[in-house]
Nanobody
Framework: QVQLVESGGGLVQPGGSLRLSCIASGIIRSINAMAWYRQAPGKQRELVAAITSGGSTNYADSVKGRFAISRDNAKNTVYLQMNSLKPEDTAVYYC???????????????WGQGTQVTVSS
């Protein structure tokens, strides 16, 4: 019953900005880490940014200083602010969340459907 719904993707010019949002809904007891991944055509999916429930973050080297991940725990939402976008940032971006659905459940990974980000002039 857990669902991750993403929004905010689209077409943007180089140097521009976008903010992605992902809302987790359904039967949820708690959410540990949340993250954004991306996958470009012909390439493997890679971790872009991750954030713990306490707010600790880490980023791929390619996006450090340009992207910022944040979350609103009360809303079960994670954001990815993307600035100074480059053509090489073009990819399908996926939301990921480590979620425990019940008191006796272990955490499991859930994925969004993916949202296209295209950086082009």
């Amino acid at each position: 019953q857990v669902q991750l719904v993403e929004s905010g993707g689209g077409l943007v010019q180089p140097g521009g900005s976008l903010r992605l949002s992902c809302i987790a809904s359904g039967i949820i007891r708690s959410i540990n880490a949340m993250a954004w991944y991306r996958q470009a055509p012909g390439k493997q999916r890679e971790l872009v940014a991750a954030i713990t429930s306490g707010g600790s973050t880490n980023y791929a080297d390619s996006v450090k200083g340009r992207f910022a991940i944040s979350r609103d725990n009360a809303k079960n939402t994670v954001y990815l602010q993307m600035n100074s976008l480059k053509p090489e940032d073009t990819a399908v971006y996926y939301c990921n969340a480590d979620i425990r659905r019940g008191y006796y459940d272990s955490n499991n990974d859930y994925w969004g459907q993916g949202t296209q980000v295209t950086v082009s002039s």
